[in-house]
């Protein structure tokens, strides 16, 4: 069965410095990934996807991701975080074969000045 | 483009009533899918529809809901009767195929008391 584990319910880091937002999947095959961002009170709004390619994925925002197949990982990152930055962070996985997406818990990410 | 447009934004009804809540998807887009958040259970998929045929419908907690896609551009969710642990902000989202990302829109958030 396919599932999404984001192991950190909260992140906390200073503005300015890097980040980093953890994700490990399970799901037969080869998946396609995405990280979605979302502000209180608002919808999910897509920042990236891993489909094929090069593991680095650049997405919105200046954030980045990297896919490790062997880890299962597709880890979030940012070089220098923003206060604005501050938000629920949802990781998402898609077998090839299915429509819908799985998704994780979701981690806090909250930037102090 | 408007993106995806959900309404009612706010929704409070009495335990027992019906409740409908209306999508429309961005225009062009085959994919429709309903999910609901919870604090307690995160996001949930409830059903996803291609090109207005549902097409996983697993999700859905029991009888008392039901969705419709009549066209490409209207869906509903409706719950029949209400009951106070429906409470949550559920979220329509779409996608086109061969793009594999889904785009949410600003959800409707259920209060049954």
């Known amino acids: 069965a396919q599932s999404v584990a984001q192991p950190e319910d909260q992140v906390n880091v200073a503005e300015g410095n890097p980040l980093t937002v953890k994700c490990t999947y399970s799901?037969?095959?080869?998946?396609?990934l995405f990280w979605y961002v979302q502000y209180p009170n608002r919808g999910l709004q897509f920042l990236l996807k891993?489909?094929?390619?090069?593991?680095l994925v650049k997405g919105s925002y200046g954030f980045e991701a990297e896919f490790n197949k062997s880890q299962t990982s597709f880890h979030l990152k940012k070089p220098s975080a923003l206060v604005s930055d501050s938000a629920l962070y949802f990781c998402a996985v898609r077998e090839r074969s299915q429509g819908n997406l799985i998704f994780g818990k979701g981690t806090k990410l909250s930037v102090k000045p | 483009d408007a993106g995806v447009i959900q309404s009612p934004r706010h929704e409070v009804t009495e335990m027992g009533q019906e409740v409908t809540l209306r999508c429309k998807p961005i225009s062009g887009h085959d994919y429709l899918f309903w999910y609901r958040q919870t604090m307690m259970r995160g996001l949930e998929l409830l059903i996803y529809f291609n090109n207005n045929v549902p097409i996983d419908d697993s999700g859905m907690p029991e009888d008392r809901f039901s969705a419709k896609m009549p066209n490409a551009s209207f869906s509903t969710l409706k719950i029949q009767p209400s009951e106070p642990r429906d409470s949550a902000v559920y979220f329509c989202?779409?996608?086109?195929?061969?793009?594999?990302?889904?785009?949410f829109g600003p959800g409707t958030r259920l209060t049954v008391t």
């Open positions: 799901v037969s095959g080869n998946p396609y």
């Open positions: 989202a779409s996608s086109i195929q061969g793009k594999y990302e889904q785009y």
């Open positions: 891993y489909i094929t390619g090069d593991n």
